[in-house]
């Protein structure tokens, strides 16, 4: 891994919502349309999160053949909208709503169609708006990760952040 990403000298430790998911219980979807995680979205991946311990979160999917990249293995793009999804979700933790301002991944190993994809991901701090998490990826049969991201999430206002495109929550 070759990443150059580095946490602010200023990170503090955020605290779980009192609300969140119990560990082990199963983390809702954000948005039922959505790509990553919503039930009403036929082609998408269709995430599944479980709330783990503090500030963490497991996640997984499955590999179907339509998210192919190379012959017979995973499109990086899909892999990354994956740690984003999980990521993401983990920061529902501290019951805040949060878009993606930055994201890296690193590629370890190619990863099969037909595999099951399974997420480890934390909140490592946050820093006024800025909630920061880091993840890993793994498929059954592997102890070492098959990829690993760290990310930056922005609380944001959602009414303010989609009032542009409010007319998509009546479009379906
Ligand atoms: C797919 C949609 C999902 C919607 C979710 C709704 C909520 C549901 C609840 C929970 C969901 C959890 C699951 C979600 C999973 C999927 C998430 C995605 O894929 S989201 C889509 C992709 N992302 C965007 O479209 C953002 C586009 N960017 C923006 O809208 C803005 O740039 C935004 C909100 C990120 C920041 O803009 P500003 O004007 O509000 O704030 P400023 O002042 O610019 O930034 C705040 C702080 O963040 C730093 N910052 C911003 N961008 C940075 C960057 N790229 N790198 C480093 N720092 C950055 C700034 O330096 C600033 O830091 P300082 O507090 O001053 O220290």
Known sequence: MSSTWSL??????PVRHPMAPEPGAQMREHW????????????????TFIAGEGLTVEAQFDVAH??????????????STGFDEAMGTCCMLLANSVVTAHLEVDYARPIVLGSTLKFSCRI?????????????????????????ARALFVQ???????????????HF
Not at 156 to 170: E, G, L, N
């Open 124 to 148: 490592d701090g946050a820093v006024r708006r800025k909630v920061y998490s880091s993840a890993e990826a793994y498929v059954d049969g592997s102890n070492a990760p098959v990829a690993t």
């Open 32 to 47: 039922e349309k959505c790509f990553g995680c919503g039930s009403d979205q036929p082609t998408g991946l269709g995430m």
């Open 156 to 170: 944001i206002d959602m009414d303010q952040h989609f009032k542009d495109t409010k007319q998509f929550i009546d």
């Open 66 to 79: 339509r998210y192919q990249g190379g012959p017979g293995v995973i499109h990086g793009g899909i892999l």
């Open 8 to 13: 602010p000298a200023d990170i503090e430790i």
